[in-house]
């Protein structure tokens, strides 16, 4: 039949080629459907979903193996060993002291005090050391630093023991500003590094019938206290905010989170996951997860080989050991709210029913004075900082972003440095009070 119009098609020939679309379409979808099935496994590789739970399932089946276990344990381990030396203990090099507030460099030091730089050597590598003098001292003092810190982050302290008639000395430890050393090893290294100082110390003939004093603080608080054990020439100690074993103090602060729920927690949620969710992807990250908290990479057994290795005989070395061995005066401080030593966990003060020496002396430090570092500053300096901490946060916000050097340093420029670093007098005139004595005591010997 002829059309009237050419682009005009009959109803009856549309309903045809309508019915044609549609057989079509359900041969097409039939063909898909027996494709699926004769070739399941090939069509899931291209579905994601599919192919990270084939991937977990297997994973998970090879962790189960004894040759997996071993396999993870040590790529985890080898992981662990590279986190510990190049991230944890990595080296510590000077700050900016353009953008840093406080005597904490040489340069700010104004009572007149001489310095002199010295290098020494310590288990094989040159550390960086430095006296001040007197002309007629009473005794040496020797002023240990903390960990991510060096010797001239203790500045104010050096300075009050030279003004109160001591000679000083002080160092950086391996891996620290000058010192040599591609990092600091680990907590035991304070130790080592002031056992080789004050070696070096006793063979300098104008020291060697001096009375020789020490103060520490945390790393160096372990330091001067467990070194007592190795050097009989130490006539008293300080030690201030200071840990008992360089050994045993990370498994001893994973104890204090673990009292604290936050390593239950974190093992409560692995197992949750395991437990409640049925997927293998997310049961792979789970098992992972266990296994890295139950791993020899993550637990006392490689803490142990690798800090053996590194430190040998030394890790065997406790402040309390020390104390006890020497039997001198000995001064110990620590805040009551320190939340980088624990008073209850780790410090020489958590073992203080081990201390059998009469002559220790307690200190504790309360109110602004209770922290870690605010314990050896005046309470003013302490109130300081923390109006210095306001107004650069204030400045921050006002300005919707981190302020830059240049800006740091202008608004450094304006603060008091010596008010910023001010010692905390009521400590450290316990702690002369105990030198005087020590140093009369010796002086009348002679």
């Not at 991230?87 to 406080?102: A, H, L, W």
């Not at 974190?266 to 969710?277: A, P, R, S």
């Amino acid at each position: 039949m002829k059309l009237p119009f050419p682009g005009i098609r009959s109803s009856a020939a549309a309903r045809k080629e309508e019915e044609e679309k549609k057989s079509s379409s359900r041969t097409d979808s039939a063909s898909r459907s027996r494709t699926r099935n004769n070739s399941g496994t090939k069509a899931s590789s291209s579905n994601p979903a599919g192919g990270l739970a084939a991937l977990g399932k297997a994973f998970m089946q090879f962790a189960s193996t004894d040759t997996g276990k071993a396999v993870i344990s040590g790529a985890l381990t080898t992981g662990a060993g590279f986190a510990y030396d190049k991230v944890v203990f990595s080296r510590y090099e000077r700050p900016d002291y353009k953008t840093k507030p406080g005597v904490y460099c040489f340069e700010r030091v104004t009572n007149g005090m001489p310095r002199k730089e010295v290098d020494f050597p310590s288990d094989g590598v040159m550390l960086r050391g430095y006296f001040y003098q007197n002309k007629n001292p009473k005794g040496l003092v020797v002023v240990c630093h903390g960990i991510h810190s060096g010797s001239d982050d203790y500045l104010p302290i050096t300075c009050y023991m030279w003004e109160n008639g001591f000679d000083v000395f002080s160092f950086n430890y391996r891996g620290t500003y000058e010192s040599q050393g591609e990092g600091t090893r680990g907590m035991s290294e304070s130790l080592v590094d002031l056992d080789h100082a004050l070696t070096y110390l006793e063979n300098i003939p104008q020291y060697s019938s001096m009375p020789i004093m020490l103060v520490g603080h945390s790393w160096g608080g372990f330091a001067v206290s467990s070194v007592l054990s190795l050097h009989t020439s130490v006539r008293a100690c300080a030690v201030i905010s200071g840990f008992n074993s360089g050994y045993t103090m990370i498994e001893e602060k994973g104890k204090e989170y673990t009292d604290g729920k936050l390593g239950q927690g974190l093992g409560n949620v692995v197992k949750g996951i395991d437990e409640m969710v049925d997927n293998p992807y997310v049961k792979m990250f789970a098992g992972l997860t266990d296994l890295a908290l139950n791993s020899p990479a993550m637990s006392k057994p490689f803490l142990d080989s690798h800090q053996s290795k590194l430190f040998g005989d030394y890790v065997n070395y406790t402040g309390v050991m020390g104390i006890n061995n020497s039997g001198i005066p000995v001064l110990v401080a620590h805040g009551n709210r320190d939340m980088v030593i624990s008073i209850n966990h780790q410090s020489i003060f958590a073992h203080k029913d081990e201390i059998t020496n009469p002559n220790v002396i307690w200190y504790t430090g309360t109110g602004s004075q209770s922290g870690h570092d605010t314990i050896w500053h005046s309470d003013r300096a302490n109130q300081y900082q923390d109006l210095i901490k306001r107004e650069l946060k204030a400045m921050e916000k006002t300005k919707g972003r981190e302020l830059t050097d240049e800006e740091k340093a202008n608004y450094v420029s304006g603060i008091d440095h010596e008010k910023y670093s001010e010692i905390n007098y009521e400590l450290f005139d316990k702690i002369i009070e105990m030198f005087n004595k020590v140093a009369k005591r010796s002086k009348l010997k002679n």
